[in-house]
C-alpha cells in the first residue's frame, strides 16, 4: 500500500474518530478530505478498501448535525441567513423543471446531486460555528487544492499540452473545471501569509507554488484570469484602504513582487501561448471567442423554450440553433461554456434571476458584515471578508467560461461568506443572552 493510500485511510477514519468524540467540524474536514482528494479516481485507489468514502463522510456529518442540533441552532440559525432562501428557490426551479426538461432522465438525477450538494451545505453551516473552525475549514480547501497541483506536477502535460483527468469528484476530471477550483485558494493565502506567522507565510508560499503550477500547467485561460481578477480586487484594498496596518501597503507591493516573480518562474512558453491566444479572437479555436456564438445561441433557444430546456437540453438542442461547421466530426452537441448562459438555458430568466439574487445576497451579506467589522475595528475580520469576496470573484470570472452552475466549490465559497458572517456579525444581531454565548465562539477581537 503506498503512502497517499496510508495517509488517506489514517486521516479519514482519524477524521471520523475525532469528530464523534472531540469535535463535530472535523466531520466538515472529513468530507472535504475525501472531496478534494477523490480517492475513486486516484492511482493508488486500487490499495484502498472499496468503501463508499463519500457517502460515509456526508452521513457523519448529518449524525453529527442530529447530535447537537439544539445546541448548533442557537448560534448558527439558518432561518437568519438569508443565501438559504435564494438556495431552496433555485433548487425548487430545478424541481419543477423534472416536468419541462428536454432530456428528463439526465435532469432529473442530477437535480438529486443538487439537492444533496444544498443539504451538505445547510449542514456544514451549523458544524462550522467559530473562527477557528472556519479557519480550519478554509485550510483543508488550501491544501486540498495543493494536493490536486501536486498531482498536476507528477502527472504532467499531455499531448495536447493540458493536464486532464485529475482534480475533484464533481470536476470528472476536467482541467479547466479544476483549475477554476483551485483560483480562489490563491487569494485565501494571501490574505494568510499576510497575517500569519512565520510558519504559517513559510507554508502558504509553498502551498501557492504548487497550486499557481497546477494552473500554469492546465492551461487554463479562464482560471488565469480568475486569479488576476480576485488578487486584484483583494490588493486594490489591502493598497488603498482606508484601514490601513502598520506596513500594510509595503506588504501588499512584496505580494505583488512575489507574485510576479512567481509567475514568471514557473509559466513556461507553452503557458504564455495558450494567454496570448486571449487577444487573438479572429480564429475561434484558438482564442474561445466561438463560445460567443454558443452564448447567443442561449437567447434562439429560450425563445422557443422560455421555461428553460433543463439539464442537457442545450446540448440536445443545440444542432438546431449553431451553424453545422460546430458539428463536422461530432456525434453530440455542443455545451453553451459560460456558467452564466448555462444557467440561463437550464432554467430559464426566472432561475437565471434566482441565481443572480443568491450572488447578490451573498455580497450584500459581506458588505453589512464589514462595515459591521469596521464599526467595531476589527480590521484583520474585515480583510478576511474582503479575501472570500476576492476568492468567490475569482471563481465567478473562471466560470464564465465553463459550465459551472451547480459545482459543489461554488456554493463553498458562497457558504464560506455566509459563515464567516455569521461568526462575525449575525450572532451579534441577537438579545443579549444570545451573545453572550456566542462571543467565545469569535475567541475575541484578534486586532487587540
Not at 93 to 115: C, G, N, Q, R, S
Not at 432 to 443: L, N, Y
Request: charged share 15%.
Amino acid at each position: 500500500m503506498g503512502k497517499f493510500a496510508l495517509l488517506f485511510l489514517f486521516l479519514f477514519f482519524a477524521g471520523i474518530f475525532g469528530a464523534l468524540f472531540y469535535a463535530p467540524v472535523l466531520s466538515v474536514l472529513v468530507y472535504q478530505l475525501v472531496y478534494f482528494v477523490n480517492p475513486d479516481n486516484s492511482w493508488w485507489a486500487a490499495s484502498i478498501p472499496g468503501l463508499k468514502y463519500s457517502f460515509i463522510a456526508a452521513l457523519l456529518m448529518l449524525f453529527m448535525l442530529m447530535m447537537r442540533y439544539k445546541e448548533l441552532s442557537e448560534i448558527s440559525p439558518w432561518g437568519k441567513q438569508p443565501v438559504f432562501k435564494w438556495m431552496f428557490a433555485l433548487l425548487g426551479i430545478y424541481w419543477l423543471m423534472i416536468f419541462f426538461a428536454i432530456v428528463p432522465e439526465v435532469h432529473k438525477p442530477f437535480t438529486y446531486d443538487f439537492a444533496k450538494l444544498i443539504i451538505i451545505m445547510l449542514a456544514v453551516y451549523k458544524l462550522v460555528n467559530s473562527e477557528k473552525a472556519l479557519n480550519a475549514c478554509l485550510w483543508a480547501y488550501v491544501l486540498g487544492v495543493t494536493y490536486i497541483g501536486y498531482i498536476a506536477y507528477s502527472v504532467g502535460r499531455d499531448g495536447q499540452g493540458r493536464v486532464e483527468g485529475i482534480g475533484m469528484i464533481d470536476t470528472g476530471g476536467d482541467g479547466n473545471m479544476t483549475a477554476a477550483a483551485m483560483a480562489p485558494a490563491l487569494i485565501i493565502l494571501t490574505y494568510m501569509a499576510w497575517l500569519g506567522s512565520k510558519k504559517i507565510k513559510f507554508l502558504a508560499i509553498l502551498c501557492g507554488a504548487f497550486i499557481a503550477n497546477g494552473i500554469v500547467l492546465i492551461n487554463s485561460r479562464g482560471a488565469f484570469l480568475g486569479v488576476v481578477v480576485g488578487a486584484f480586487f483583494f490588493l486594490f484594498f489591502m493598497i488603498f484602504s482606508r484601514h490601513q496596518r502598520q506596513g500594510q501597503r509595503g506588504m501588499a507591493i512584496l505580494i505583488i513582487l512575489i507574485g510576479m516573480a512567481g509567475t514568471a518562474y514557473v509559466a513556461d512558453e507553452a503557458f504564455w501561448s495558450r494567454m496570448e491566444t486571449l487577444e487573438n479572437i479572429d480564429d475561434g479555436s484558438k482564442s474561445g471567442s466561438h463560445r460567443i456564438d454558443f452564448w447567443i445561441a442561449t437567447f434562439d433557444v429560450l425563445e422557443d423554450y422560455p421555461m428553460g430546456v433543463g439539464i442537457q437540453g442545450y446540448i440536445e438542442l443545440s444542432p438546431n440553433y449553431l451553424p453545422e461547421h460546430y458539428f463536422e466530426g461530432r456525434k453530440t452537441g455542443k455545451a453553451v461554456h459560460s456558467t452564466w448562459f448555462q444557467a440561463l438555458g437550464e432554467v430559464g430568466w426566472f432561475g437565471f434571476a434566482l441565481l443572480l439574487m443568491l450572488l447578490i445576497s451573498t455580497f450584500r451579506l459581506s458588505r453589512n458584515t464589514k462595515q459591521y467589522l469596521i464599526a467595531n475595528k476589527s480590521y484583520n475580520a474585515y480583510f478576511k471578508m474582503l479575501a472570500l469576496e476576492g476568492a468567490l470573484l475569482s471563481f465567478l470570472v473562471a466560470a464564465s467560461f465553463i459550465n459551472r452552475a451547480r459545482a459543489e466549490m461554488l456554493y463553498w465559497l458562497i457558504l464560506f461568506i455566509a459563515i464567516a458572517s455569521n461568526i462575525y456579525y449575525l450572532r451579534f444581531t441577537e438579545p443579549k443572552r444570545k451573545i453572550m454565548k456566542s462571543r467565545s465562539a469569535v475567541g475575541g477581537d484578534e486586532d487587540e
